[in-house]
C-alpha cells in the first residue's frame, strides 16, 4: 500500500507493509517514508490513527506542517505566547480585548481601557508588542476563529460575526491574507473529525 492510498498524497515517495517478509506476518505493521516532509507527514498520520484528528491537528501545528497539504499556503502555528508586557496597562487592556474580540475594537477603546491617550497608547503598544494595536487585534480575530473551524459545523458567517467581523466577505479577505489559506480550506484541513 502506498502512502498515497492513507491520505499522504502528493509527498515524497513512502509505503505501508503489512506483515514480515514478503507481507505475511501477522500483527506486524511497517510505515516508511522516503524523505523528511514524508516522514512528518507519516508521523502525523500515526498520531492521528492512534491518538484522534484533534491531538494530530496539534502536532501538525506544532511541527509547522499541515495534516494534509495543498501546496502554496501558510504555515499553521499554534497562537504565539505575547511576551509579558513591560506595562501592566497595556496587559491589561490585551486581555480585556481578548475578552471582547467579539465587539467593536478601536484604538480609541483600548486606549481608555489603558487609561492613556491614544498617541501614548500606541507608543506603548508597540514597544510592548512589536505591532499596532490593530493589526494585533486582526491576529487575535483570526487566531480566535481557528478553533471554531476545527471544531464546529457553524458557518463562515457565524464564526466572522463570534470573532469580531462585521461580514463574512471581511473575515475571508484578513483570513486569507494572514493565513494565505480560505477559511472553507483550512477547515477542510482541520476540521476533526468528531466535530463533523
Not at 502512502?3 to 507493509?17: F, K, N, P, T, Y
Not at 506486524?28 to 524523505?35: F, I, R, S, V
Not at 490513527?49 to 494530530?56: E, Q
Not at 501558510?74 to 501592566?88: H, K, L, N, S
Request: net charge positive; glycine share 10%; with cysteine.
Amino acid at each position: 500500500m502506498h502512502v498515497a492510498d492513507i491520505g499522504l498524497e502528493g509527498q515524497a515517495g513512502g509505503e505501508v507493509s503489512r506483515g514480515g517478509r514478503g507481507g505475511g506476518g501477522i500483527g506486524c505493521e511497517m510505515l516508511t517514508g522516503a524523505g523528511s516532509a514524508a516522514g512528518l507527514d507519516l508521523c502525523v498520520h500515526v498520531v492521528r490513527r492512534d491518538y484522534g484528528a484533534a491531538v494530530a491537528n496539534a502536532v501538525a501545528r506544532r511541527l509547522v506542517i499541515q495534516p494534509h497539504r495543498d501546496g502554496g499556503q501558510a504555515q499553521f502555528i499554534e497562537a504565539p505566547v505575547t511576551g509579558d508586557p513591560t506595562d501592566d496597562r497595556i496587559a491589561s487592556s490585551m486581555q480585556w480585548a481578548l475578552e471582547h474580540l467579539d465587539e467593536p475594537l478601536t484604538v480609541d477603546r483600548l486606549a481608555r481601557q489603558a487609561r492613556m491617550s491614544q498617541r501614548t497608547y500606541l507608543r506603548h503598544f508597540t514597544r510592548c508588542t512589536g505591532t499596532s494595536p490593530m493589526r494585533w487585534v486582526l491576529a487575535q480575530r483570526i487566531q480566535a476563529s481557528l478553533p471554531l473551524l476545527e471544531s464546529t459545523d457553524a458557518s463562515i458567517e457565524r464564526i466572522a460575526k463570534t470573532v469580531g467581523f462585521d461580514t463574512a466577505v471581511t473575515y475571508r479577505h484578513h483570513f486569507g491574507r494572514s493565513m494565505r489559506t480560505s477559511p472553507t480550506a483550512y477547515r477542510r484541513a482541520f476540521h476533526t473529525r468528531e466535530a463533523r
